[in-house]
């Protein structure tokens, strides 16, 4: 079998192209990388991934609604202040988890309702 190299791009489905790529700049530091006027934006997530921010409905080819989920990997030592800058920017922390193998995620929601999981080494055998 082929190899694959990773995953490359994961879309999440909003309804305000502009809200949603201002929380993900201003919130997570993800960079703006490209935009498709009002279909799409892309965002660089620490220089090897992007999300894709889909307008609801402005894709012929794909769509999604619902709340979905994605996790952003951090250091267990950049936690606390992912959890203070989370709480400058009056995101409030929906749940925490300790994992088995020692692992923990913070898990809060975006402006339009998908949960976001801030997770530290040790979640997975592979991370």
Known sequence: MPKLDGLLESSLY???????????????GLELIASDAE????????GRQVLLLFKKGASPDHDGDGR???AFAV????LAEWERWLAE??????SRT????GG???YFRDPDGHLL????????PIY
């Open 14 to 28: 909003v309804d305000d192209l502009a809200r949603s790529a201002r929380f993900y700049e201003t919130v997570l």
């Open 39 to 46: 279909r799409l934006r892309a965002m660089g997530v620490a």
């Open 68 to 70: 979905l989920h994605v």
């Open 75 to 78: 250091s267990a030592a950049s």
């Open 89 to 94: 920017y009056g995101v409030a922390i929906e």
């Open 98 to 101: 300790t994992w088995p193998r």
């Open 104 to 106: 923990q995620s913070l």
């Open 117 to 124: 999981e801030l997770a530290t080494p040790g979640v997975w």
